[in-house]
């Protein structure tokens, strides 16, 4: 009864529209009180000790880092570089859109951020150069969730701490499947342009004005290679390469683009410490409901559930897919992380799946559920910036949604795709 005490409550809190972290600690905190066995100190102790974590540190400064280069002059010099490469084909600007996404995921380890940061000025280029502007916002919105699958993403760093996997490791295995599903939304924009008639600039492109746009850009480019090249050369932590990421964004701002000035500074602390502070109190909620599901048995009676209902590997994990789709519909992404790590984990690596693979399908997955109402933060993102209603954004992302869902399935049965560079990397 207690269990059912904890999803009901949870579920009708979600219902009245109670922010998730409010949500999830009101009900660990009515379960607690139901159960009559478990000192009401157990919520606080578990509010505390969660985010009492050095790994965990790397969140709020990668959110930090993300603000600064937001407003540093980072994102209109990605864009350049990637209109320069395809700005004059067909569906240019859309192509362009999400390579300036991948980009600046690179960076932000967000997906709202992301889409904050490149919507804003994508999304009215596109709707200038002739594109509807229902799809420009569909396109922002899905390729805005690269923020979380392309490296650094702070859903792996939770995962990580949940799963006690390398975090390091789920940063290297997100690099093939962040830029295949990349390509799969490039492949879609160009098809869709191509069938609407959206042509690209008219300038012409050459060598020399691609070398100029990077080179204009060398400094926000270098940034992913000093990020990951350190943490993968073993130079520092994921979470003393965050610092690294704010520092250098730092100096990015003010010394060599010098768009960043002392009186922004004050915005950007108090939006990163927002953001922060949000995010660390779903953690805390959220560790503290995971573990009453621990005490409860919870996790170990839907593995043993599930494992009557097939032994069949692939139904299993097809399973478990569908599962996180819909979860991922309704949960914030990182409470889902910390909840269902514990419960899913288990039968995944009973199938024979490596935690860092797994890792990557609860991503990718959640990663998904960015663009999917009712919760979509990214439609919410897009919206704000477009002026669109979420219901007609909700029908232009249908076609994102089938191609990130496809490219999902292959990742699923296709280990290698993720692990390759994780094993080459030793």
Known sequence: MTAAVLFGSFALLLLLSVPIGIALGLATLLAILYSGTIPLEFLAQGLITSVDSFPLMAVPFFILAGEIMARGGVTDRLFNVANALVGNRTGGFAIAT????????????????????????????????????????????????????????????????????????????????????????????????????YKGSTEKTSFKHILQSVWEAKWALVIPFIILGGIYGGVFTPTEAAVV??????????????ELTIKQLPRVFADAALTTATILIIVGSATAFGRLLTIEQIPNQVADWMLTISENKIILILLITILLLVVGCFMDTLAAIIILTPILLPIAVTLGYDPIHFGMIMVVNLAIGFITPPLGVNLFV?????????????????????????????????????????????
Do not use: N, Q, W
């Open 382 to 426: 897009g919206s704000g910036i477009s002026g669109i209603s979420i219901e007609s954004l909700s029908k232009a992302i249908v076609p994102f949604f089938l191609v990130m869902v496809l490219t999902l399935f292959i990742l699923v049965f296709v280990p290698r795709l993720t692990l390759y560079l994780v094993e080459l990397r030793g």
């Open 98 to 197: 999400v390579i300036t996404c991948m980009f600046f995921a690179a960076i932000s380890g967000s997906g709202p951020a992301t889409v904050a940061a490149i919507g804003g000025i994508m999304i009215p280029a596109m709707v200038k150069h002739g594109y509807d502007k229902r799809f420009a916002t569909a396109l922002v919105a899905a390729a805005g969730s690269l923020g979380v699958i392309i490296p650094p993403s702070i859903p792996m760093v939770i995962y990580g701490v949940s799963a006690s996997a390398s975090i390091g490791g789920l940063f290297v295995g997100g690099i093939i499947p962040g830029l295949m599903i990349a390509g799969a939304l490039m492949a879609y924009a160009y098809y869709y342009s191509r069938k609407k008639g």
């Open 245 to 258: 990421a704010v520092v250098y964004s730092l100096l990015a701002g003010f010394i060599l683009y010098r």
